[in-house]
């Protein structure tokens, strides 16, 4: 069902037949998940149950995505050129993100 939903917001924002999607894997570092789970509890208990959260893309290099799976978003090596200055960037929509993709082939 999420693989599903990824693939869905995916195809919202691309243009129908220039890409096609071969597979959808979750990769999901268990330290980083359990702390995440962790705040996201906390964050639920002190709102009353909103946690107004977004499922949002982010677009990297082959070298940059092994660094997040391992360590997490961290601004601190972050694009410290972006448009908006430095900081970790993400957008609802798959075809801005995709653009700041590189592949590994």
């Not at 360590?71 to 995709?98: R, W």
């Amino acid at each position: 069902q999420e693989a599903r939903l990824v693939l869905a917001m995916f195809h919202e924002s691309q243009t129908p037949d220039v890409w096609e999607v071969t597979g959808i894997q979750r990769v999901q570092n268990r330290r980083l998940w359990k702390d995440f789970s962790a705040k996201q509890e906390k964050v639920a208990d002190q709102s009353g149950g909103n946690l107004n959260e977004r499922l949002l893309f982010h677009g990297t290099d082959p070298h940059s995505m092994l660094s997040i799976i391992r360590n997490g978003f961290d601004p601190a090596v972050s694009n410290l050129t972006g448009a908006l200055g430095g900081g970790v960037y993400y957008a609802q929509a798959s075809s801005y993100s995709h653009q700041y993709c590189e592949s590994d082939a």
